[in-house]
């Protein structure tokens, strides 16, 4: 089924960006950070305020993930950062897994990136989470290093750097 990237422009939107943040982050992370870390990460990175401030300050930009049924099946969250593209959220929610919709999101991407001339794209991921990154694995991206990262409140990202370099067209 081919997806549409709808970049997030509206307050519904933003809304809508904060509504699956929540649900997905509380379905799927439960087994990689405690409740707490989930519940505050949401509100520091994921919350409507924190949404539109990273879209008008921060030089994010957010894309509601649409399938062919018009059906919204995920987002993501990327900005360009020294001539590569950081690719800050993507999550899939969990009745949507497992579609190929990864595939198609890095392909966008990678035309983003081409589009922009950005030589690569690179994201965090948590290093316990196995399943996200052996699919980044599979796409071509390469572990640089790890990466702990204080965010307050006492919680950590304990992370991998993930890179994947764009071929020039």
């Known amino acids: 089924m081919k997806l549409r990237f709808l970049r997030v422009h509206s307050a519904e939107e933003t809304a809508e960006v904060a509504q699956l943040a929540a649900q997905i982050w509380r379905e799927y992370y439960i087994t990689l950070i405690t409740s707490q870390q989930i519940e505050y990460m949401l509100g520091k990175y994921q919350s409507v305020p924190a949404i539109t401030q990273q879209i ?3 030089g994010y930009e957010y894309y ?3 399938n062919g049924e018009g059906s919204t099946v995920g987002y993501l969250s990327a ?3 020294e001539g590569k593209l950081f690719l800050s959220k993507f999550y899939i929610g969990k009745e949507h897994r497992g579609r190929s919709y990864a595939s198609q999101a890095l392909a966008f991407l990678e035309k ?3 589009e922009r001339n950005l030589t690569h794209i690179w994201l965090t991921v948590n290093r316990d989470n196995e399943s996200s990154i052996a699919v ?3 796409k071509g991206f390469r572990t640089l290093r790890e990466q702990v990262a204080d965010i307050g ?3 950590v990202m304990d ?3 993930m890179e994947k370099e764009i071929p020039v067209s």
């Open 56 to 58: 008008h300050d921060q």
């Open 64 to 66: 509601l993930i649409h």
């Open 79 to 81: 900005r360009q950062d």
């Open 112 to 114: 983003l990136c081409q």
């Open 136 to 138: 980044y694995t599979r």
């Open 153 to 155: 409140n006492g919680f």
């Open 159 to 161: 992370d991998y750097i």
